[in-house]
């Protein structure tokens, strides 16, 4: 699978199977995340990469939207320097999600972003430092509905291009 084609066909995945992730693709998921670009090449981040199940499900109730984290085979928290201080950390919280998704997908395995709304509730239960900040984690699994690998895209799934590309002004 090439770069163009996992971005075509990369679906949210929200369901996943009992099966854990081996060892090697969690670390080249994880890897992908550590090489992706950052400003400055500053690398302002740290990966908590979470299998243990009870963990999985404390921090499924971080986020009103988060519950898939309950029922995937790995989770990463993405942690950044204060977001306030800083929009760039946010920038490159982002990057490293897109880089461990896209590798994700190549490898079969699905995944789903959680917005965390309740970061000091994460916090108590991944034990990171105070000036360490989570408002992102990504669950990871081999999906329920192993069709979604290999399903086209839908028509009229996304907007179209002259809906949202402007060349040189408004």
């Known amino acids: 699978m ?20 081996p060892e090697d693709v969690a670390k ?5 995340g550590r090489r992706s670009q950052s400003s400055k090449n500053n690398q302002a981040w740290q990966f908590i990469a979470i299998r243990d199940k009870e963990i ?11 519950g898939h984290i309950a029922g995937a085979a790995m989770a990463v928290a993405i942690l950044i320097p204060d977001p306030n201080a800083k929009f760039q950390h946010l920038v490159d919280c982002g990057q490293a999600a ?6 994700a997908w190549e490898l079969g395995v699905g995944s ?4 965390i709304y309740e970061p000091e509730k994460a916090r108590e239960i991944l034990g990171f ?5 989570l408002r992102l984690a990504l669950s990871f699994g081999y999906p ?6 290999n399903t086209p895209p839908q028509k009229g799934g996304r907007r179209s291009f002259e809906d949202v590309v402007h060349w040189d002004h408004w």
Do not use: D, Y
Request: hydrophobic share 45%; proline share 5%.
């Open 98 to 103: 897109a880089f461990m998704q896209l590798a």
């Open 112 to 115: 789903c972003p959680a917005s």
């Open 28 to 32: 080249s998921i994880l890897n992908a």
């Open 56 to 66: 999985l499900k404390a921090l499924s109730t971080c986020g009103e939207w988060a």
């Open 2 to 21: 090439n770069v163009s084609e996992a971005i075509r066909t990369k679906r949210a995945t929200r369901q996943f199977q009992e099966t854990p992730l």
């Open 144 to 149: 329920l509905e192993t069709t979604v690998l």
């Open 129 to 133: 430092p105070a000036e360490w900040h």
